[in-house]
């Protein structure tokens, strides 16, 4: 296995960046529209709870046939949710592969397994490094665009570790 390039999923992450429309003021709705409307797919965000003992919010990207569905835990905060919804988003922008449906058909999508193990395992770690280093850039470029209200203040310390890599990826 290649080792893990922080550069090479930057220079993704910018090349991505340059092609995206992030609205403006920042809306999470309008900017899932607005990839959805790209792909030529309905994206759906459902909120299931996954994750009672995990320290983060998790995120599950399932590929269905008409749709993509993204599963994000009800359990974390919404600006967790909001990350981790932006994760998936960014394997999609990256053009990952979302994970195949589940082989009970029409069940929903309610992983047994840590999401995050499901995760893993279906994309390589180069992967979700430039996923995780996309979103990352998309939610600080979209900062620039969010109405700075009370909550926003104060909390990107708090959000920036929120990022599993970037915060521990020291050059
Ligand atoms: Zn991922």
Excluded at 21 to 48: C, H, K, N, Q
Excluded at 99 to 109: D, W
Excluded at 110 to 129: A, W
Aim: charged content about 20%; glycine content about 4%; hydrophobic content about 40%.
């Amino acid at each position: 296995m290649r080792p893990l390039s922080l550069p090479a999923a930057r220079r993704r992450a910018a090349d991505v960046l340059r092609r995206v429309t992030l609205p403006s003021p920042w809306s999470l709705e309008d900017f899932i529209s607005g990839i959805a409307a790209a792909r030529g797919r309905p994206i759906v965000v459902e909120p299931a709870t996954m994750s009672h003992h995990a320290v983060r919010a998790t995120a599950l990207w399932v590929a269905q046939p008409e749709l993509d569905l993204i599963v994000v835990d009800d359990t974390a905060s919404e600006l967790y949710c909001e990350n981790a919804t932006l994760h998936e988003l960014a394997h999609m922008l990256l053009g990952h592969e979302g994970l195949p449906v589940p082989q009970q058909a029409g069940a929903p999508a309610q992983p047994t397994e840590p999401t995050r193990v499901l995760h893993r395992r279906h994309h390589t770690d180069q992967r979700e490094l430039e996923a995780e280093t996309l979103a990352y850039a998309i939610w600080r470029a979209a900062g620039r665009r969010r109405a700075l209200t009370t909550a926003h203040t104060g909390s990107n310390r708090l959000l920036t570790s929120a990022f599993e890599f970037p915060g521990k990826a020291h050059r």
